[in-house]
């Protein structure tokens, strides 16, 4: 784990990726800095972390995008498959790399509360706990883009998708109060997404009939809840998505909540998707 | 010791590899031999570990490398195809990695490399990018990746592919080289390529293995098999009846007969060569022999004979005789 993992960061640093990265966070981070805590005079660096959340829209892909498809795309996926290693550590050894590359930034924004400090009074047991979340909020969206990296063979591809997936859940807290929270819209709301995920698992295994029977499993015992308890769908779908929003999570932690829950959701994602990507991996060796 | 039990691979409802059993015995060079698309390559994925088998087993010294990889993995370099190398990093850069990644002794690692790398013929180009290396040179560092961690085995998939004929040579020679101290299993569709270097052919056809033996043997198996053709002027019953009663004379066919002359193509066995019998018995029987030639079934012919299907190969044959009984009109 430890050679992939030396690997890695040797080459983020041999190319641009990283040095792209931690100037872009960067500069955003010090464009907010000096709008709300210089310019505005806010003794709260939290707030500037609460509104640079976009960044990870530029900056996930940058990291992620290479990480798996490449090894793929120089054929250097047989050498790993080779090596005395398990796929997990070598995703580890991966993701490691990326967290590294990632905490680099996060290093240097620890030094801007002790800064504002010289200036006015700063909670710091908030604003570091912020920063914290931030990293880990951060940490979950690097796992995410490092599976859609193992889903191709191609960096554009990983980039696009990537970038769509953290715009979506970027907006998806907005997006779903959008919708009434009446039942009926629950309902579609939530029909939608049961066809989503059968649609997709019909395009991953090939068999339609799989597909249908998830569709049918899932859309079922909605119909039922919604015929003999619709009260229960009210407001449900807003919920949910509050609750797997990984940007919605960072704001009890602004609001100077040490969430545990938090950190648990932060860590299940990161877990999940590093799963998901040892698990892509090994399927490739079973196709 | 590579024992390779039963192993069949499918790819959806196609068959790459099916009911493949072999063993790979230490200290030799072997030699993978198909026609493209044979499955050398899936069963050296399979082999390396790089792709799972859908039936069957593959023990490396007794370690199963679907049940115990990291054991049975260590005791194998591999070469795919197209060498696994990081464009990016210098030759030097990426073999201390793999060193690194294959869990070589810190101590040891700089020697190693250093010692592949001579091995190799590598070390003045220690230094450089990947990147802009030629084929040769890739090739080279791929098999120097390979040979790190000391492994007693090195699987090649196709070596010689895309190498000028210099090259062909020098990794020819490199080969032998490895021959010598670890056992070797190179794969390629060429077949001059395999008999000059592999103490062991094992011929693979659509998934299946045809044959297994020394090249020599395998020659052998064509020089029983030799056929003379003849043309005589005279009448087929009787040419025929009379080419039948020389010893060593297996079997004799009519190819064809054109102006009191007739084509025959005479099947030989044992090693008597019975060509100066058959001038004298004819010449006996006033039938004069206008042509005689003689024709060692070579590696080639054994190969194709081996790797076609049977329908096909008479086919094949028929048109071959039809061609050479124009050229002979």
């Known amino acids: 784990m430890r050679a992939i993992y030396r690997r890695e960061l040797k080459s983020y640093f041999n190319g641009i990726a990283a040095y792209i990265f931690i100037a872009f ?57 080779s090596l005395p290693l398990s796929t997990t550590q070598i995703v580890m050894g991966k993701y490691l790399a990326m967290l590294t590359v990632f905490a680099i930034p996060i290093g240097v924004m620890c030094f801007y509360p002790l800064i504002l400090s010289r200036f006015g009074y700063i909670e710091f047991v908030t604003t570091y706990g912020s920063i914290f979340a931030f990293f880990l909020q951060g940490a979950a969206l690097i796992a995410i883009g490092m599976f859609l990296s193992s889903l191709t063979e191609n960096q554009i591809v990983a980039a696009v998708l990537t970038f769509a997936v953290v715009l979506v859940s970027y907006f998806m ?20 997404l049961i066809a989503a995920i059968g649609g997709g698992a019909w395009l991953a295994t090939k068999k339609p009939m799989f597909g249908l029977c998830i569709f049918g499993l899932l859309e079922i015992p909605l119909l039922a809840i919604f015929v003999i308890k619709p009260a229960l769908l009210e407001g449900s779908f807003q919920t949910l998505i509050k609750n797997i929003s990984v940007f919605n999570r960072l704001y009890s932690f602004i609001d100077g909540v040490f969430d545990l829950v938090g950190i648990v959701f932060f860590l299940s994602v990161i877990f999940l998707f590093v799963f998901l990507t040892v698990q892509s991996l090994e399927k490739r060796r079973w196709s | 010791m590579i024992e390779v039990k039963n192993l069949s691979k499918n790819y959806g409802s196609h068959t790459a590899v099916k009911d493949l059993s072999f ?4 200290g030799q060079v072997y030699g993978f031999l198909g026609p493209n698309g044979a499955g050398k390559s899936t069963t050296m994925n399979i082999i390396t570990g790089c792709l799972a088998a859908t039936q069957g087993q593959v023990l490396i010294d007794g370690y199963d490398i679907f049940d ?3 054991e049975a993995k260590k005791k194998i370099g591999y070469l795919p195809e197209l060498p696994p190398v990081y464009p990016d990093m210098s030759v030097y850069e990426y073999l201390l990695f793999v060193a690194r990644a294959k869990g070589v002794a810190k101590a040891d690692i700089k020697a190693q490399v250093d010692a592949v790398m001579a091995k190799t013929g590598i070390s003045d180009v220690s230094r450089r990018i990947i990147k802009v290396l030629s084929k040769g040179y890739r090739q080279r560092v791929g098999i120097a990746q390979a040979l790190l961690g000391d492994p007693e085995t090195i699987i ?19 080969i032998r080289q490895l021959g010598t101290d670890h056992t070797v299993i190179l794969s390629s569709h060429i077949l001059s390529e395999i008999s000059a270097i592999c103490d062991r052919v094992m011929i693979i056809s659509k998934g299946r293995l045809v044959a297994v033996d020394t090249p020599e043997n395998l020659a052998r198996v064509g020089e029983e098999k030799r056929i003379l053709r003849l043309t005589v002027k005279g009448d087929a019953d009787a040419v025929k009846e009379a080419v039948c009663s020389v010893d060593g004379v297996s079997e004799a066919e009519l190819t064809s007969s054109e102006d009191g002359c007739v084509s ?18 004819l010449a006996d029987a006033k039938m004069p022999i206008l042509a005689m ?25 028929q048109e071959v005789e039809a061609d050479e009984g124009d050229i002979q009109a």
């Open chain 1, 25 to 81: 966070i960067l500069l955003f981070v010090g464009i907010y800095t000096w709008s709300y805590n210089l310019n505005g005079k806010l003794p709260f660096f939290e707030y500037v972390l609460a509104n640079v959340g976009f960044v990870f829209m530029l900056i996930v892909p940058i990291l992620t995008m290479r990480v798996i498809s490449e090894e793929k795309k120089q054929r250097t996926d047989k050498l790993l498959y």
């Open chain 1, 173 to 192: 807290y907005s997006l779903a109060s959008l919708i009434s929270a009446s039942a009926t819209m629950s309902l579609i709301a939530f029909s939608v």
């Open chain 2, 23 to 26: 063993t790979v015995e230490s």
């Open chain 2, 68 to 70: 115990n990889p990291k």
């Open chain 2, 156 to 174: 090649l998939d196709e070596p010689m592919v895309g190498l000028d004929p210099k090259q062909i040579i020098e990794m020819r020679e490199l």
């Open chain 2, 264 to 281: 025959l193509e005479i099947g030989m066995s044992g090693d008597t060569d019975c060509r100066e019998a058959i001038f004298y018995r």
């Open chain 2, 293 to 317: 030639q003689i024709n060692k079934v070579s590696l080639e012919d054994i190969f194709l004979d081996l790797t076609s299907d049977k329908a096909e190969d008479e086919t094949e044959v």
